[in-house]
């Protein structure tokens, strides 16, 4: 278990599109614990692995429910769309309006390797399709517009 740097936009890492995880063992828990390790560390409600450096699917978020992990998560169905702020651990101090389906459902793995379907609505379905675009080589300054700049406190 480790914290591990988040990288940050200009990181060509952030810019290119994550392969799909193969085999489920060891490495790939221990690249899961250092997720979650860095993601509470942040704080954050997500993370994406390349946004440890890695280039492979992987998301893990938390939106009050415990600890969840997706990997090769895809969207496949969508509600409709609501503008909403948001950030991002790997562009600090910027916040953004996007639009965002408010409904979505989402096909993946588990941890464990086992096909999973979930719905998410609201904050977690924003969460989701921020952290999916993240394995797309996607960060939010490729979308919405910005907000105003918050105060950046320490
Ligand atoms: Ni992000």
């Given amino acids: ?27 790939l828990e221990r690249l899961i614990q250092d997720m979650a390790d860095t993601m509470y560390d942040a704080p954050g409600v997500g993370l994406a692995a390349p946004q ?13 429910e415990g600890l969840q992990v997706l990997l090769n998560p895809e969207i496949i169905e969508e509600g409709e769309e609501e503008e909403g702020a948001e950030g991002c651990l790997s562009v600090p101090g910027e916040e953004r309006a ?21 719905e998410f609505s609201g904050f977690s379905a924003r969460v989701l399709q921020h ?5 797309q080589g996607k960060l939010i300054v490729q979308r919405g517009r910005p907000l105003p700049k918050k105060e950046i406190e320490d």
């Avoid at 278990?1 to 060891?26: N, Q």
């Fill in 131 to 135: 952290e999916i675009d993240h394995l």
């Fill in 98 to 118: 996007i639009k965002r389906a408010t409904w979505i459902k989402v096909r993946g793995l588990n941890r464990r390797g086992e096909k999973v379907e979930k």
């Fill in 52 to 64: 440890i450096g890695v280039n492979k699917k992987v998301v893990v978020y938390d939106v009050g």
């Fill in 1 to 27: 278990m480790a914290i591990r740097p988040i990288r940050k936009m200009g990181d060509p890492v952030l810019k290119s599109k994550c392969s799909p995880v193969k085999t489920i063992d060891e490495s």
